[in-house]
């Protein structure tokens, strides 16, 4: 995977940052840390700068976000609330009730997550998806999503500018990070499922 990422970005530029990027936001396991500190590593010896590569970073994270947030909005609240009618529903012990709540509550105190999330890993792309199944309006859900997206993409690239020829050492840092995000996510859906089927 890095050697692909390495010959995109020498080959394309900013074009390959801002595909990679992209496509990193629709599949979270491709990993940003590598693109953007390596990106960063690639201005003290291209004609690539920082600015730019922070630029289409950005750009990519937007875009990547944009159509996971429409792929929320086509699924939508009528259609998770047939799926919670049907065998996912039941097996997983969702209720019409606990769909309406959980897109009430985002509704209600849901926007600044978006901002929030797009520091963290795997949830920096999930988030739009709920987002779009909110409908969260377009406007403060580009804003979030761009300076949140500008945030980590400017400290990434950053220290790979700084660091140089050990831009891998953040890279790995940022990499364990993801890896503890990860076995947080699946530890918190884990103890979720066991609540609900406790309860039921």
């Not at 990193?24 to 390596?38: K, Q």
């Not at 630029?55 to 939508?76: H, M, P």
């Not at 998806?129 to 997206?149: D, N, Q, R």
Request: contains cysteine; positive net charge; proline residues 4%.
């Amino acid at each position: 995977m890095q050697e692909f990422i390495i010959s995109l970005m020498d080959r394309f530029g900013y074009l390959g940052i801002l595909f990679l990027i992209t496509l990193e936001n629709l599949f979270p396991p491709i990993p940003s840390e590598v693109i953007l500190t390596l990106g960063g590593f690639m201005t003290t010896y291209s004609s690539m700068t920082v600015f730019g590569v922070v630029i289409f970073s950005t750009l990519g994270s937007v875009l990547g976000a944009i159509i996971l947030y429409y792929v929320g909005k086509i699924l939508n609240q009528e259609r998770l609330i047939a799926l919670s009618l049907g065998p996912v529903g039941r097996i997983l012990h969702f209720s019409t009730a606990d769909i309406c709540r959980s897109i009430s509550r985002f509704r209600e105190k849901g926007n600044i997550s978006v901002f929030y999330c797009r520091c963290i890993p795997i949830l920096r792309s999930l988030i739009s998806i709920p987002a779009g199944i909110c409908e969260m309006e377009p406007t403060p859900f580009l804003l979030y999503t761009t300076a949140g997206s500008l945030i980590w993409n400017t400290i990434l690239v950053t220290l790979g500018s700084i660091l140089g020829n050990n831009w891998a050492q953040i890279s790995e840092l940022f990499a364990q990070y993801s890896t503890l995000t990860r076995i947080a996510l699946i530890a918190f859906f884990a103890l979720f499922l066991l609540k609900r089927f406790r309860k039921k």
